[in-house]
């Protein structure tokens, strides 16, 4: 139809009571537009939806490694609970044995050969005694072998076996040791020897020894006390009587005390220094003054907790 009568029949329309023909076209045309409308909004309604598909995924992406960089952050929980007021509730823990087991290789009697051409017959037996009783994990047996050593040496009180070679002294040493805090009165002995470096070796096991879980502060006193009794090197004796302020009030002056009176000469001058350390009191200078401090300054209600041993190893 040319486009003169098409623009025609449209103004008819729009002038004239719609005929057939003109509500055709009027429905097509709104077909038409509303056709376009839909589409629009279904392009429209098609990009929102994928761009908020997308944006979570974007956010899932992202937050998960951040919720596990924010899980591996967290601090464990420490070993011990603090309950009630002051008192610390110890978790179970391994046996001193099996701790010692698992972690400490057992030493080797074995020597290099310049130092085995050293040894004499009975330095020999004496090292192979020491092998059998590592062997059977016989500490009794090692106590009867430090005695022999010391009887055929003719060590003096406290020095078992300086007429051993040294190298046979470093091995009873290690031998001891292997045994934890059951050979602390051995390496006494071994930490008054003349030699520096089986002195300092001694001293250095004896050290770690007596930080054994198995040991209360009671066991420690004992162990110090002892040891005031035959070291007479202010170094060594200063090192072991920082045991001392791990103790509870009274049996921190209970081993002062016994050291004032049965210590060495050079124990005893020490003990005296170290009293203000142990007893974080600058004016506590004698005897009197301790007790004195003592009074006011009773146990703890729990101090058996925080000081006392662990249970022990029923196969200890």
Known sequence: MPTRAIKNIKNSCHSH?????????????????????????????????????????????????????????????????????????????????????ETHEKPSMLLDDEEEKELTELARKVLASLQTALDNEDFNQIRQILEMAQSASKGS????????????????????????????PELIGFIADANEEVAQMALDQFEQALSDVSLGDRDRAKIVSLASTVLTDTDALEQIFMEISNMRNSEAANTIFTICQDGTPEAKKLIIDTMAFVTGEDNIKTVEDLQKWVKENPDGEYDDDLFGPMDPDPKE
Request: charged residues 25%; glycine residues 10%; positive net charge.
């Open 17 to 101: 009571p719609p005929s057939a023909y003109c509500i055709s076209m009027k429905l097509d045309t709104k077909l038409k537009y509303g056709s376009i409308g839909l589409i629009i909004l279904l392009i429209g309604a098609g990009i929102a939806f994928m761009s908020m598909d997308g944006g979570a995924d974007s956010s899932n992406s992202e937050q998960a490694p951040l919720e596990h960089k924010v899980e591996k952050s967290r601090p464990k929980k420490a070993s011990r609970n603090p309950t009630k007021k002051g008192k610390i509730q110890r978790t179970q823990r391994a046996s001193v044995k099996d701790i010692r087991l």
């Open 157 to 184: 009180l406290g020095r078992y076996t300086e007429g051993m070679p040294v190298a046979l002294r470093k091995k009873m040493i290690e031998a001891i040791s292997w045994f934890g805090a059951q050979g602390l």
